[in-house]
């Protein structure tokens, strides 16, 4: 017999499986290498989420009571999946193309990204879930404590309480640990996928298991099982039509709404082929699940003495004959199943409750306060962290509220019904554009308030949290608001009256406010966009015009949500797109929507959009913009992909000639000023040697003036020299004439020599440096005194320039994919944006001569530099002072023909 | 309206994918179809219908139904090529409404 401890620590070791599984996908999928994590096999067990707790023992039991009616709930998904190319293959384009983050952030960004709907649903959600979060405490719990009973070493029942606790707890910090390791960007989460696909095969395994047993085990065949079930109580199929069509309603709308499903299917989606894979999979799946069910409430019925619970004869009829090992793995499936159900829920849920519930109200609260959001990534993630405790506490005091004793069918039933009162407005969302979000504000609060009074309530049973007598004689005595029997509908089975009425009047109020309401134009817009979504990208004109927002605040404010590194690596992809270099695009509405959907990924649609109207300053769209969106809309429907590409390759080009444009007349300003430059900058010095070699002529000098005069004389000459080393030097790196000694070196090394000869630039000023020293040891194939050199140019800048007081200099050195990268990044006022494009010319100082010491060729050295070491070097916008970035690679792109030299 | 469909004739490929993508669509309908048909059983004897060949027609249908979607789905990914990501439009001729 199986002891509580050997269980405890079966438990533990399996779950710390998991966490091995998941830590590695993890790994696997931030070196890129996703490989068949990535393949529609994990997609399809990912979606096995479906099958919970509820499946896994309440199946058994459901078909104990009622027959064949427990098919119903797998019937329903099947149809849905079977026809994927209804509704489907639709919302995964749109949930992939809207970035989405959950379905709260589908009907808000498709209803005008509003989020007192993004709101509701969550509030839906969370109310349909809790219920179903208990249920599986509740099933882990009653599996646990099975093994209890019956043992001959008699351990104690366990505290069922204690026991919901300790899973509940336990849950809790898994998911924490690997739901909300970091905020992605597009809220996908390799590892829990990778987890939860192993849990279904698990969970497949065991039940499949235990039917074969019991098929060929116990009753000795499928003909024996036929024979027997003819001869058992549930010989005869009692159908009762309403609830068989009801039921395989509810549970086809269940799986489109409820957020642990919209999770898997939609957010965690990674390509849109795998769909068609999970159509015949999924379908497959749930059948293996449902194969045995019926001949293991057969056959525990006649075996397993009269008063067993049937929830859990998938437990009890190995344990009957004594098959320890196989009870312990059915034990094991069934807490795979309320595992990965939990985990994907709250994930779900907290994201919902996050980016709905806890950002806007943190946005809310520093209105007025514009500017730099600062770090928003750390309270998303305590938010989420918070939420996920808050949902499974939730859960557990349900759980305890409802005293764990209804059976596990009828509480999986409450939250399906719950959910799918978000079916109307999503359905509605996808197929018909006159759907507003007035219609679907009514309809979500009908239907939810339909569903919380007439089933919800009424589910802690009679005096539980409705009084005995309001069931049954309805509020104050009127009998047409029974909650059981609305508007006289009596007679009518409970489950059914509920769907009946919160559906229908849910839709009702649907239609009813959609066909009265004028949607707004952002609605209008996210109309088209979703019903049209195969009509191509550009089916959503964009609707944004030029706002003037700064493209270094918009960095600024993405840098909060994404993060430093993403943040610039999608700017500077979208000034690539523009046609521009660097990392500054220019704030154009195209760009601006790309940036909101890529927030959106992050935060939800309704907080992007926000954030980013804040901060563009957009501008209230007129009617004669919509007149023109909508003929645009027209024209861009009939106007071929060609068409569009070339126009878009035109607009490319003209934005790349015209900044060319510009540097070129920029430039020869400059060019202008080169030969005056030139002549100046050797004749200053010159002057000064001539005016002193007169002076020292005169016969009647004091010696110590005469030395001075010397002095003087030489550290002219001395810069002279310097200046006419640079211009040769710079010549002959323009000219890519250069001899590289490359060698291996330490980047960290390199950094300390730069900074020891750097220290002699204005060395009154005492320097504070901020660096990683274990970060920079770093391996590097290249000519490090060139590298030294540049990083010199750039400390000693920093030193020249930096205004702060006190002066900081920060180091950061990387290595990412095969480049490092070093930022030098100071805290002083940075270079002004205009100024940015022309700091690595030639002879461009940012202040006077006198206090750059220096010809102005620096940065156009480093430049050049940098260059034929293979590399660059940039400025960085956006970091609070004047940043640059040197970027080369771990080792020179091909053997340079002069390496060898 | 019809004009802004497309053109009237299509070569005989597309036109094969198109009444592919037809039956994509109905292929759940027929299967909705045999799932509900047992509620029609219930014949005027008053006898219910039996469990045992409820259960084996139910999962006969089940399983012909996933077996139709495999073949659907096989032959709808072999004509769309490469499907994945955001690129323009996996699955043409198809206007989604």
Redesign the interface.
């Known amino acids: 017999m199986i002891s509580f401890n050997l269980l405890v620590a079966v438990c533990l070791a399996y779950v710390g499986f998991l966490f091995l599984i998941a830590f590695w996908a993890e790994r696997r999928a931030d070196q890129g290498r996703g490989g068949w994590l990535h393949s529609p096999a994990v997609y399809t067990l990912s979606l096995s989420i479906y099958c919970t707790a509820w499946t896994f023992y309440g199946a058994v039991g459901y078909a104990a009571r009622s ?2 009616e427990f ?1 119903t709930i797998y ?1 329903g998904p ?9 509704i489907l ?2 919302l995964v384009r749109v949930g ?2 809207e970035r989405v983050t959950s379905i709260a952030d589908l009907i808000s960004a498709r209803f005008g990204k509003s989020n007192l709907l993004g709101v509701m649903v969550t509030v839906i959600s969370v109310a349909a879930s809790t219920p179903y979060i208990a249920l599986q405490l509740q099933s882990v719990t009653l599996s646990f404590s099975v093994f209890a009973t019956g043992t001959p070493q008699g351990w104690a029942l366990p505290d069922q309480r204690a026991t919901a606790f300790w899973v509940a707890a336990g849950l809790t910090l898994f998911t924490i640990l690997f739901g909300t390791r970091n905020l992605d960007a597009d809220e996908r989460h390799h590892g829990v996928v990778t987890a939860i696909a192993f849990e279904a095969v698990m969970k497949l395994v065991a039940l499949l298991s235990v039917g074969v047993f019991v098929v060929w085990g116990v009753a000795g065949g499928p003909s024996e099982v ?1 024979a027997h ?2 001869a058992s109580q ?6 009762q ?1 309403g609830r ?2 009801g039921l ?1 309603f509810v549970s086809a709308a269940a799986i489109l709404t409820l957020p642990r499903m919209f999770q898997v299917m939609v957010v965690e989606n990674v ?3 795998h769909l ?2 999970a ?2 999979a999924f ?2 799946y749930l ?1 293996a699940m449902s ?1 045995f069910v ?1 001949p293991i409430a057969v056959i525990g019925l006649e075996v397993l003495p009269k008063g067993s619970n049937p929830d859990l004869f998938v437990l009890t009829l190995p344990l009957a004959y004594d098959r320890g090992g196989l009870a312990l793995l059915a034990f094991l499936g069934g807490f795979s199943s309320a595992t990965s159900m939990v985990i994907v829920a709250a994930i779900a849920l907290a994201t919902m409750v996050s980016n709905h519930i806890v950002v806007p109200l943190w946005l809310a609260s520093r209105r007025g306060r514009a500017g730099d959001a600062g770090d928003v990534r750390g309270l998303v993630l305590l938010a989420r962290r918070l939420s996920i405790a808050a949902i499974l506490a939730l859960g557990y005091f349900y759980y305890r509220l409802s005293g764990g004793s209804s059976a596990l069918a009828a509480i999986g039933l409450i939250a399906f019904v719950g959910v799918a009162q978000v079916l109307p407005a999503m359905i509605g969302g996808l ?1 018909w554009r006159g759907a507003s979000s007035v219609g679907v504000g009514m309809g979500l609060l009908t239907g939810f308030s339909v569903w919380l009074y007439s089933f919800f309530l009424p589910s802690f049973g009679a005096g539980g949290l409705l009084s005995a007598t309001l069931i049954a004689e309805g509020p104050w005595g009127i009998g047409w608001l029974r909650p059981q029997a609305l508007f006289g509908l009596s007679g009518m089975d409970p489950l059914l009256h509920a769907i009946f009425w919160s559906l229908s009047l849910n839709i009702l109020a649907f239609v009813t406010g959609s066909l009265l309401s004028i949607p707004g134009p952002v609605e209008r817009i996210q109309a088209l966009a979703f ?7 550009a089916a959503a004109p964009s609707w944004t015009r030029d706002s003037g927002a700064e493209a270094e605040e918009l960095l600024t404010l993405t840098q909060g949500f994404l993060g430093n590194d993403e943040a610039l690596v999608f700017f500077r992809t979208e000034a690539g797109r523009q046609g521009k270099a660097g990392f500054l695009p220019d704030a154009t509405p195209d760009f601006i929507e790309r940036l909101e959907r890529r927030l959106a990924g992050a935060v939800g649609a309704a907080t992007a959009h926000a954030m980013i109207a804040q901060h563009a300053g957009r501008a209230v769209i007129s009617a004669e913009d919509l007149l023109a969106v909508a003929s645009d809309a027209q024209q861009i ?2 106007s071929s ?1 060609e068409l569009r590409q070339k126009s878009e390759e035109l607009t490319r080009t003209a934005r790349a000639l015209s900044e060319a444009n510009e540097k070129l007349t920029a430039l020869s300003v400059q060019k202008d000023a080169f030969l005056s430059q030139i002549s100046h900058e050797l004749r200053t010095p010159m002057t000064s040697i001539r005016a002193f070699s007169e002076i020292l002529a005169e016969p009647d000098l004091a010696p110590e003036d005469r030395v001075r005069f010397t002095g003087v004389i030489k550290d002219e000459a001395v810069r002279l020299t310097r200046l006419l080393d640079d211009l040769l030097d710079l010549s002959v790196l323009e000219n890519r004439k250069a001899q590289l000694t490359i060698r291996a070196a330490n980047l960290h090394d390199l950094i300390n020599r730069a900074l020891a000869a750097a220290s002699n630039t204005r060395p009154e000023r005492a320097f504070i440096f901020d660096r990683d020293q274990g970060a920079e040891f770093l391996p590097v194939i290249t000519d490090a005194d060139r590298l030294v050199q540049v990083f010199i140019n750039l400390v000693s800048n920093a030193r020249k320039y930096c205004d702060a007081d006190p002066p900081k200099l920060k180091i950061v050195a990387r290595r990412k994919a095969g480049r490092i990268t070093v930022d030098f990044i100071d805290n002083g006022a940075g270079i002004p944006k205009e100024a940015r494009g022309l700091i690595f010319e030639k002879f461009v100082r940012m202040t006077d001569t006198a206090r750059a010491g220096g010809a102005g060729l620096g940065l156009a050295i480093c430049r050049e530099i940098m260059a034929s070491l293979g590399g660059s070097v940039a400025y960085l916008p956006g970091q609070g002072g004047a940043a640059f970035r040197v970027t080369l690679p771990v080792r020179p792109l091909s053997v340079a023909p002069d390496s060898g030299s | 309206m019809a004009a ?1 469909h497309g053109p009237l004739f299509v070569a005989r490929r597309a036109y094969r994918r198109r009444r592919l ?1 037809d039956a ?2 109905l ?3 027929l ?2 179809f045999l ?2 048909m ?2 029609l ?2 014949g005027d004897d008053g006898q ?5 060949f ?2 084996l027609y ?2 006969a249908v ?2 012909g ?6 073949v ?3 032959r ?2 072999r004509g769309s090529g490469q ?4 690129t ?4 043409p001729e ?4």
Not at chain 1, 234 to 239: G, K, Q, R, S
Not at chain 1, 531 to 537: I, K, M, P, Y
């Open positions: 027959g064949l098919v019937l099947t149809l849905v999946f079977v026809g994927w190319w209804w293959r639709k992939r193309r036929l079930i003819e549930l010989a005869d199929w009692p159908m039509p068989w069509v395989i390509d849109e082929a068609a894979t159509s015949w379908p497959l059948m194969l019926v197929f019903v049209r979504v195969f009509d191509g990208d429907m009939e992909a | 802004s993508t994509a669509r292929w759940p309908i299967g909705l799932f509900v047992p509620v059983w219930q219910l219908p039996q469990t045992a409820g259960g139910l999962f089940w399983a139904l996933i077996l139709g979607a495999f659907l789905a096989r709808l990914g499907s994945s990501t955001m323009a439009r996996p699955w198809d206007r989604g409404e």
